[in-house]
């Protein structure tokens, strides 16, 4: 079963970008797979799809500022232009065919 | 718009039960697999159970098999957890989720959780 190793925290400063990182656990670098963002006192809104080939899909109404990337195991969130609404938990999930699914331990982002 | 109402949660003492249901709504609920995933106090999210379109396949989290099921209705757009000999640890905000596929494919929608509080 794979496992989702993702930093605790981040910070970077308001206007700056900042890329997060989710590494996918050895023998599972080719799985696809998901980024959601839990603002503080919020449910999680799902925002990307992204699969081993950097290929991405966003959800509807995600800002144009949030892009993904992939390299090996490591798949990447890069937030653009950093607002203070982008303060929140990010979390990384993916997926199994034995109806397995796992989410990252989660990366505070905190915006400066 | 597609909606995802949880029910059910409340207090309840170690090892007794409780019965989780999430209205859906806004999209087709039997084109879709179903999920339930947890948020304990100050914790990251955690996955709890999957469910395929017609309940042909179930996956659960090693922290609560043999003790929860997850179960759908699909003529009532509704989807359920059962919980049995209920633990301290179990404590969390239950989110009822939507996925990608019609097989467990990963969550594309998330409802608002229900609180389950388990103490004595």
């Known amino acids: 079963q794979p496992v989702l190793t993702q930093s605790s925290s981040a910070s970077a400063s308001l206007g700056s970008s900042v890329k997060l990182t989710c590494t996918l656990s050895?023998?599972?670098?080719?799985?696809?797979i998901a980024w959601h963002q839990q603002q503080p006192g919020k449910a999680p809104r799902y925002l990307m799809k992204?699969?081993?080939?950097?290929?991405?899909n966003k959800g509807s109404g995600v800002p144009d500022r949030f892009s993904g990337s992939s390299s090996g195991a490591d798949r990447y969130l890069t937030i653009s232009n950093l607002q203070s609404e982008d303060e929140a938990d990010y979390y990384c999930?993916?997926?199994?065919?034995?109806?397995?699914?796992?989410f990252g331990g989660g990366t505070k982002l905190t915006v400066l | 718009e597609v909606q995802l109402v949880e029910s059910g949660g409340g207090l309840v003492q170690p090892g007794r039960s409780l019965r989780l249901s999430c209205a859906a709504s806004?999209?087709?609920?039997?084109?879709?697999?179903m999920h339930w995933v947890r948020q304990a106090p100050g914790k990251g999210l955690e996955w709890v159970s999957g469910?395929?379109?017609?309940?042909?396949?179930?996956g659960y989290a090693d922290s609560v098999k043999g003790r929860f099921t997850i179960s759908r209705d699909n003529a009532k757009n509704s989807l359920y957890l059962q919980m049995n000999s209920l633990r301290a640890e179990d404590t969390a905000l239950y989110y009822c989720?939507?996925?990608?596929?019609?097989?467990?494919?990963?969550?594309?929608?998330w409802g608002q959780g229900t609180l389950v509080t388990v103490s004595s």
């Open positions: 806004g999209f087709t609920f039997d084109d879709y697999a």
């Open positions: 050895s023998g599972h670098s080719s799985y696809i």
């Open positions: 989720a939507k996925d990608q596929f019609t097989m467990v494919r990963g969550v594309k929608t």
């Open positions: 992204l699969e081993g080939s950097g290929s991405y």
């Open positions: 469910i395929s379109w017609n309940s042909g396949s179930i």
């Open positions: 999930e993916t997926w199994d065919s034995n109806t397995y699914v796992v």
